[in-house]
């Protein structure tokens, strides 16, 4: 296989068990506006890169109750986030050994104060050991670029701020919005089983492995 200097991760379905909550805390405040919104509706939605908020509009509610009702959401997702183990098993161990040899990032769309909650503030939770960003080279999260994936623009990013071809670096992602930004920035991926994204199209999917410590043996040349 290639050999790769650089490792692209995506953060929440990744490197933190964080994305069921989103949609969970999205739906709740929703279904006070009256939308009903399904699993298969909020994956269709995320698929595209499109806003959920939208299914609001198209009920004739106004822009105002919808902002308001976006602070409900945010407020509800980080009390959930509060709540639960976020970490994956065995995530700190497959960094600690990918950080021998390639230069790493997280590149997620995750909003600068949910990111923050996760890492700081869920920081020495009981039950709760993520300790991730030590690892890191290099953290974009939404506000570091103007279009969200799939637009290639996040990966774009990180490319430009390692100053490397997209040759040299390795997405890995769990969902196919974050698949389909990779490949349109030109860059191979890698695609992790998660089960909340199990049934979306992951056909373009450069390699496809069922946990982080396959990522480790398929970089490592199957040793």
């Known amino acids: ?57 198209a009920k004739g509610i106004s822009e105002e109750v919808i902002a308001s009702q976006r602070l409900q959401r945010n407020q509800l997702y980080q ?73 290639p623009e996040p990966y774009l990013a990180a490319l430009a701020r390692f100053s490397i071809q997209s040759h040299q670096a390795l997405v890995i992602e769990d969902s196919e919005r974050g698949l389909r930004s990779a490949v349109a920035a030109g860059i191979d991926c890698a695609v992790v089983e998660y089960a909340f994204t199990a049934s979306q199209d992951f056909s373009q999917a450069t390699y496809r492995i069922k946990n982080l410590a396959e990522l480790v043996v398929l970089l490592n040349g199957g040793d």
Not at 110 to 138: E, R, S, T, W
Request: include cysteine; proline fraction near 3%; aromatic fraction near 6%.
């Open 79 to 151: 009390q959930l986030l509060g709540a639960e183990d976020l970490s994956i098993n065995g995530v700190e161990e497959v960094l600690v050994n990918l950080k021998q040899k390639h230069s790493m990032a997280i590149v997620t769309t995750c909003k600068d104060a949910d990111f923050a909650y996760i890492h700081d503030q869920k920081k020495g939770a009981p039950g709760c050991d993520l300790n991730i960003v030590p690892h890191m080279d290099l953290v974009l999260t939404r506000s570091s670029y103007t279009n969200s994936k799939p637009d």
């Open 1 to 57: 296989m290639k050999k790769y200097s650089h490792l692209l991760f995506d953060h929440d379905g990744v490197l933190v068990n964080t994305e069921h909550l989103y949609y969970e805390s999205t739906r709740r405040i929703l279904a006070e506006l009256g939308v009903d919104l399904t699993l298969p509706i909020y994956m269709q939605v995320m698929v595209n890169g499109s806003d959920v908020w939208e299914l609001a509009v």
